[in-house]
């Protein structure tokens, strides 16, 4: 049971059921959605309650653990922005609202007010038979880049991951730490320890949870695997995505590939989360050729 404000409780798996009675009406906003949300709180910080109908995050960013509220809801929508950030000057915080939905924000009062796009945290949205066919002038390089993989390892094999398999989870593992190895010579100051937390998530969970694990096998070794979940409604959303940096194309093929199972799966949208303002990561999803952005926004009093 989500309380209700002021009183907040720890998000726990066994909340699923009752968040996803709120976040099921709205588009699934990765930073809303639960399994996004309590999957990366590596911290275990992340506390839950509801306010006028609305479901509330007390949030601790995934990268620094800054604190800070959002919200997703559409009732009495400017009691609930006032009292989360009067809240939040109490506690010290910045008095503003994070991460709050483009779906939250049509009966905000501007007068009241100030509302600003939040970029770093668009959620990437792709058309899923767009991915799978890479057709015409705008998947030309991820065309070539995946039709060049298939030619190189010709006995490239896709395989449907058991996350429970033992044998499955190292092969994981090792695979990430050689894409982690890879990122710290570029990135000395990334943390690789979060998405093991994160995978090990997974691992623990995967028969409570709909994921669907999709790998890229040459021979015997993992070269690319990705963690998706497959909602009630027309989407799927990526939770991780990672390829070995030695093999080029990978993440194209792995993303063709992995948008045919999905298509198969009756999906039609991928959400492919933000870029957390990176800018080598804004480029790669962009590449993709998202069809729409799920919008994020800032909230303030005016002329504090």
């Known amino acids: 049971m989500i309380p209700e404000f002021p009183e ?9 059921e009752d968040v996803e009675k709120f976040t ?12 996004g949300t309590w999957s990366w709180d ?10 006028d109908g609305n ?8 990268d620094l653990g800054e604190r800070f509220y959002t919200f997703l809801g559409d009732n009495n929508i400017n009691n609930t922005i006032r009292e989360l950030i009067d809240l939040s000057k109490k506690q010290n915080l910045k008095p503003e609202l994070k991460l709050i939905p483009e779906a939250v924000i049509g009966d905000v009062d501007k007068n009241l007010f100030n509302v600003l796009e939040d970029r770093d945290h668009f959620d990437y949205v792709y058309d899923i038979e767009e991915l799978k066919n890479y057709k015409g002038g705008k998947f030309e390089s991820k065309r070539r880049e995946s039709n060049n993989f298939t030619k190189k390892y010709q006995n490239a094999k896709v395989v449907i991951l058991d996350l429970r398999d033992k044998n499955i989870q190292k092969n ?13 010579k ?41 963690i998706d979940e497959l909602k009630k409604s027309e989407y799927a959303i990526s939770h991780v995505i990672k390829a070995d940096p030695l093999f080029t194309g990978a993440y194209s093929f792995l993303m063709q590939r992995n948008a045919e199972i999905l298509y198969t799966k009756g999906k039609k949208y991928f959400n ?4 957390v303002g990176s800018p080598s990561l804004r480029v790669a999803k962009t590449l993709f050729r998202p069809c729409f952005f799920l919008k994020k926004y800032l909230i303030a009093y005016k002329n504090l």
């Open 172 to 184: 994981i593992l090792g695979l990430y730490k050689r894409w982690s190895e890879n990122k710290l």
């Open 8 to 16: 907040f409780k720890k998000l726990e798996l066994s909340d699923k």
């Open 272 to 275: 492919y989360e933000q870029d």
């Open 55 to 62: 479901y509330v995050i007390h949030f601790s960013s995934y």
């Open 24 to 35: 099921s009406k709205y588009p699934p906003y990765a930073d809303h959605n639960f399994l």
């Open 42 to 51: 590596v911290r275990e910080q992340m506390q839950i309650s509801q306010l």
């Open 186 to 226: 570029k990135e000395p100051e990334f943390n690789f320890n979060h998405e093991i937390i994160v995978l090990e998530k997974f691992f623990s969970a995967s028969d409570k949870l709909d994921l669907i694990s999709v790998g890229v096998f040459i021979d015997s070794e993992l070269v690319a695997f990705c």
